[in-house]
Each structure stands twice: as structure tokens, then as C-alpha cells.
């Protein structure tokens, strides 16, 4: 019993104490609150190790790094140096595996710094798993597959409850059960969605569909718009439930069954770019003559809040 309430502890503290993980927080030590756990405690005076003596966690939430944001961080990092230390934890004579900080880490060789301020804490595999999701996370620098499977091995392989799992990212428990629901899509959705070739919109319809890998050859060939991929589905799954075999015969036939295809290519590929970047649907409608109307739709409030900070260029 005692075990059980220290790792409901542990899950909401890790959440509340990752500025302190991380060294965000100031160095003075707050006072204790109320439910606060040796995880969200301040980490301690920061030190500097040899870079060589990193090495990357293999059970890294985020797979893919741009390419750009290193170039650009470790033009920052020659400039400025490292002001925000990476979390590690001792692997070995000499070896520190990160914790949290590994885009930070990269871009660092890429500056050829010969040493990175850390932070060094002793955690188990579950609390690194947890604070390497926590904070790509926060930050938002995982794509929605990265983020889903990250959620999967915490329910896997810790037990973690889709309820434990939101509060310790600050998240939805529908948002959490929603994002993992991608995983049943097929691995060519998945590479998809990863690659922004489709919006997290057209992702939620696919779900929708009793033959997601062929409904997504057609959104592919037709180059269908979220709105667009909605309807077809559902027509489709009318005419399946109908007894009709639903057709797929490629853009003219998936156009033609969509409804909006009088949008032209260009507006469709800038819903689909802001759909990507927001992972919610994105409408545009504009006149010839120049004005028109941008939409966003969100399904809770912790979408709509979400778009309202990156609007206003909050950190997240």
C-alpha cells in the first residue's frame, strides 16, 4: 500500500518539480508545499563534464531532431555557451546517460564545446522515463507518434494508468487516451503523420474508417484536405454499412465524393501545414476578392488554450 501511494506521489510531483530537474528554478532552495516530494526538490550546485562522457538515452521519447533547430541552437551555444544544464544520471565508470537535454547535448557537438554544465541524479528507469516525457512534453517537441508511443510505454512497461500519465504531463486524461489511439493505425499512417505528410486531423479520421490504410492511399492520391477526408470516410462507411464496396479510384474519385475540392491546391496544403503545426483541424475560406476566414476547431479546452498561448507566443 505504502508503494502504491509513493508512486502516485512521485507521478504528480515529477510534473510540478521539472524547472527544478532541469535547473530553470532559482538555486536557493523553496520553501517545502504541501504534497511536494524529493522530485520536484531543486537538483543541487551544477557541474561541468566532458561531452564524450554523455551518451544519449535509448529509450528517448523523441526519435527525429531537425536538422535546423541544431544548426541554429549551436549558433546560439558558440555565442552565448550553455545556460540551461543537462539532467543526467551515472551509467558506469565515467558515463552519465541524459536524462533530459539531449537536442542540447547534439547541438553542443555540433558548437565543439569540450564541456556541458549537468546535473547529475541518481533515478531509476521509470522516473528517467518520465522526466524525458515530461519534458519534451512541456516543450512541445514531440511529433504526435513520438508523444503516443512515449504514453504506451508508460502504461506498458510501468503500469502508469492514463490517468496518472495526464496529470504528470499537465494534459487531458481524453487528450492522453486520444493521442494513444493513433498506435492502432497502420505503420504507413504513422510514418504519415511523423512526417507531416498528414495533419493530425486527417489522422482522427482515419480512425473513423474500417479501412484506414486504403482510405489513406486515396487522401494521399488525392491530396484531400482534413474537411475533405471527413466526408469521404463517412460516405464511405455509409455505402460499406449500405452493402455498396466503397470505390478508389484515386483523386478524381476522391475529389468528387469530397465536398470543398473547388479549394485550390495552395489552400489546402496551407491547412494541412497549419494543421500539422496546431494537430487540430484547419479551415480556410477567402473570396476572390481577397478576405476570408481562418478556423480552428478544437474538441476541449485544453486544445483551445493550448492554441491561445502559441498565438500569443507563450513558452509552453
Known amino acids: 500500500m505504502a508503494m502504491a501511494e509513493k508512486k502516485k506521489s512521485n507521478i504528480k510531483g515529477l510534473g510540478r518539480g ?11 532552495k523553496p520553501a517545502a508545499r504541501q504534497g511536494d516530494d524529493a522530485s520536484s526538490a531543486p537538483a543541487g550546485p551544477k557541474r561541468e563534464l566532458p561531452i564524450e562522457q554523455l551518451k544519449p538515452n535509448s529509450d528517448q521519447p523523441r526519435r527525429t531532431f531537425d536538422p535546423d533547430a541544431i544548426e541554429e541552437l549551436a549558433k546560439s551555444l558558440s555565442a552565448k555557451g550553455m545556460l540551461q544544464p543537462i539532467l543526467v544520471r551515472p551509467k558506469g ?3 552519465y546517460e541524459i536524462v533530459a537535454g539531449e537536442r542540447r547535448w547534439r547541438a553542443a557537438q555540433k558548437a565543439q564545446l569540450h564541456k556541458v554544465p549537468v546535473i547529475i541524479r541518481e533515478l531509476t528507469d521509470e522516473e528517467t522515463a518520465e522526466i524525458a516525457l515530461i519534458e519534451n512534453v512541456q516543450r512541445v517537441d514531440l511529433n504526435p507518434v513520438e508523444e503516443a508511443a512515449a504514453y504506451a510505454r508508460l502504461s506498458d512497461v510501468y503500469g502508469r494508468t492514463q490517468e496518472e500519465i495526464s496529470k504528470a504531463v499537465g494534459k487531458s486524461r481524453s487528450h492522453v487516451a486520444n493521442i494513444m489511439r493513433l498506435l492502432t493505425l497502420p505503420q504507413k499512417a504513422l510514418d504519415a503523420l511523423s512526417a507531416n505528410t498528414i495533419s493530425m ?3 482522427r479520421a482515419l480512425l473513423g474508417s474500417s479501412s484506414p490504410k486504403q482510405m489513406l492511399d486515396i487522401v494521399l492520391k488525392g491530396d484531400l484536405s482534413v474537411r475533405e477526408t471527413e466526408n469521404y470516410i463517412r460516405q464511405a462507411e455509409a455505402e460499406i454499412k449500405g452493402g455498396a464496396k466503397p470505390s478508389s479510384d484515386g483523386k478524381s474519385e476522391a475529389k468528387s465524393k469530397a465536398s470543398g475540392g473547388s479549394k485550390d491546391a495552395d489552400t489546402r496544403a496551407l491547412e494541412r501545414d497549419l494543421s500539422a503545426i496546431l494537430g487540430l483541424d484547419v479551415a480556410i475560406e477567402h473570396s476572390k476578392k481577397g478576405a476570408g476566414a481562418v478556423t480552428i476547431n478544437y474538441l476541449t479546452l485544453d486544445q483551445l488554450d493550448d492554441v491561445c498561448r ?4 507563450a513558452k509552453i
Open 310 to 313: 502559441r498565438l500569443m507566443g
Open 18 to 28: 521539472l524547472d527544478a530537474l532541469l535547473g530553470d528554478a532559482p538555486s536557493a
Open 93 to 95: 565508470q565515467d558515463t
Open 201 to 203: 486531423g486527417h489522422a
